[in-house]
């Protein structure tokens, strides 16, 4: 007979590193960032670049100045850089992206404690920050180098379309990303494969990114009573891209199951108002944040009791 082992938590344990898992996000990120570089031209590679190197360094300065063990091994900067990049514009100005990439690692993440401290996510944080701050050089779209339909391509991105009025790109445009938009936004077909693999890798649930998407498209369709302008809303601006990569971040979103579809139908419905009633017409950055805030509360609402136990 085996002697009972006493010892502390956690109880359950995984193979899984944090470094193996920010190496299957990068993986999954990398066809989307590829075909940003094709759309939007070298220019989205220079912004890329500078967001990872920014992101990188800062974590490792800081940890350098509070003598901290250093962290930079763990990946996680370099996942932060990347989404932060693929969040902006292919022209954005590179010294504006050090300073989103600063900020993101440095006041977001390193001054609550590192990675798995940090209450909210750091790309979508900093990204908000950069609107707010530099709204006329960060807000819009750049416009891709190639299209099938040069005349539907101006400044204007989907979204300013759809809530402004004037002529949108086709469908199939939409999907495989020749219209403006950030780098990363763009090709939902790119988005799509890092999003089987993540799948696939067992690194994220399904549920999340289809129920964050499914919940703007039905309110869309609610309110407009047209598939077509429904299927605009769900492939425009950021929200497939975030609810692949941004919604589904470990540190900042509920770890229950149930609290995971809670916190993606909420997502989708601030994303649905801030698009239809906001002054803004993308909605998925700020979504995320304020969901983030609510995420420890959805956890204690959705965690489970043992038997016999009452609910907290």
Not at 161 to 167: F, I, R
Not at 292 to 310: D, Q, V
Request: proline content about 4%; charged content about 10%; aromatic content about 10%.
């Amino acid at each position: 007979m085996n002697k009972l082992s006493v010892s502390s938590s956690p109880h359950i344990r995984s193979s899984a590193t944090t470094n193996r898992i920010m190496l299957d996000v990068i993986i999954a990120l990398l066809p989307t960032a590829i075909m940003g570089v094709v759309i939007f031209g070298w220019r989205a590679l220079a912004v890329i670049a500078t967001c990872v190197a920014s992101a990188v360094l800062s974590e490792f300065v800081f940890n350098l100045i509070v003598k901290k063990e250093q962290t930079i091994g763990d990946l996680s900067a370099v996942v932060t850089g990347l989404i932060l990049a693929l969040n902006l514009r292919a022209d954005a100005p590179i010294w504006q992206c050090v300073i989103g990439s600063v900020f993101a690692i440095v006041v977001v993440k390193c001054l609550f404690g590192g990675l798995g401290c940090n209450f909210a996510n750091p790309a979508a944080t900093a990204r908000i920050f950069l609107l707010i701050c530099f709204a006329g050089t960060l807000g819009g779209g750049a416009i891709p180098k190639i299209s099938s339909a040069p005349e539907l391509v101006s400044g204007a991105t989907p979204l300013s379309v759809l809530k402004n009025g004037g002529a949108l790109p086709s469908l199939l445009d939409m999907f495989l990303g020749f219209r403006g938009g950030a780098i990363g936004e763009a090709c939902i077909a790119a988005i799509l494969l890092g999003f089987v693999y993540l799948v696939v890798r067992r690194v994220i649930h399904f549920e999340t990114p289809l129920i964050l998407v499914a919940t703007v498209f039905v309110l869309s369709l609610i309110v407009d009573n047209s598939f077509t302008v429904a299927t605009y809303q769900m492939l425009a601006g950021g929200l497939v891209f975030a609810s692949v990569f941004m919604a589904t971040d470990y540190v900042t979103t509920p770890i229950t199951r149930s609290g995971k579809m809670i916190y993606a139908v909420g997502c989708g419905l601030i994303t649905f108002l801030i698009r239809y009633f906001g002054n803004y017409p993308e909605g998925v950055s700020f979504s995320i944040l304020l969901m983030n805030i609510l995420s420890p509360y959805i956890e204690k609402w959705t965690a489970p009791r043992a038997l016999g136990g009452k609910k907290a």
